[in-house]
T-cell receptor, first 111, second 114 residues
Framework: GAGVSQSPSNKVTEKGKDVELRCDPI?????LYWYRQSLGQGLEFLIY????????KSGLPSDRFSAERTGGSVSTLTIQRTQQEDSAVYLC?????????FGPGTRLLVL | AQSVTQLDSHVSVSEGTPVLLRCNYS??????LFWYVQHPNKGLQLLLK??????LVKGINGFEAEFKKSETSFHLTKPSAHMSDAAEYFC????????????FGKGTMLLVSP
């Protein structure tokens, strides 16, 4: 079956612009996670959704970052007023139980 | 809180020789542990997981890992490396929050030479 998909695969933007990153989880997976992978920082947890609720937003690095999930399925991560330090690969994962399955990521470059 | 330490940032082996990627963890409870692999410009793929059943866990592509509580280790091994094994490997521990936020190690890059 289909795995986790993310779009776009690559995004280049200018500093100060807003970006939206999309994640389509595996059908039926109730939990959805966003992570950021950057050089020197490794993989960092950003936010967790159970259904449409986000009980854990502790990893969001600033109030410029927000995420939502609709219909218990698709999620969008929004970064407002992007900064160069936001450049990273943003990974989405979904799970039904404990094991998380990852998408291919969105590579974001902020110029 | 939990943490993961991958002891080597890079490991180089020759094709056909054994692979050992080392991982130590710290956790205040009985953790679930995972190894994921990431090929260049690809997402993370689950290799194997330990969830308190058998201490020796077999995964995909001939990899296995042994959970040693006394040593707080979860090293990844493979008897014979293949060129296609060249990738970055992450040791991961699962949180104890009722949901499984993952804590990742820094990763080990495996280089395989012919």
């Amino acid at each position: 079956g289909a795995g986790v998909s993310q779009s776009p695969s690559n995004k280049v933007t200018e500093k100060g612009k807003d970006v939206e990153l999309r994640c389509d989880p595996i059908s039926g997976h109730t939990a959805l996670y966003w992570y950021r992978q950057s050089l020197g920082q490794g993989l960092e947890f950003l936010i967790y959704f159970q259904g449409n609720s986000a009980p854990d937003k502790s990893g969001l690095p600033s109030d410029r970052f927000s995420a939502e999930r609709t219909g218990g399925s698709v999620s969008t991560l929004t970064i407002q007023r992007t900064q160069q330090e936001d450049s990273a690969v943003y990974l989405c994962a979904s799970s039904l139980l404990e094991t998380q399955y990852f998408g291919p990521g969105t590579r974001l470059l902020v110029l | 809180a939990q943490s993961v330490t991958q002891l080597d940032s890079h490991v180089s082996v020759s094709e056909g020789t054994p692979v050992l990627l080392r991982c130590n963890y710290s956790s205040s409870y009985s953790p679930s542990l995972f190894w994921y692999v990431q090929h260049p410009n690809k997402g993370l793929q689950l290799l194997l997981k330990y969830t308190s059943a058998a201490t020796l866990v077999k995964g995909i592509n001939g990899f296995e890992a042994e959970f040693k509580k006394s040593e707080t280790s979860f090293h990844l091994t493979k008897p014979s490396a293949h060129m296609s094994d060249a990738a970055e490997y992450f040791c991961v521990v699962s949180g104890n929050s009722g949901y499984s936020t993952l804590t990742f190690g820094k990763g080990t890059m495996l280089l395989v030479s012919p």
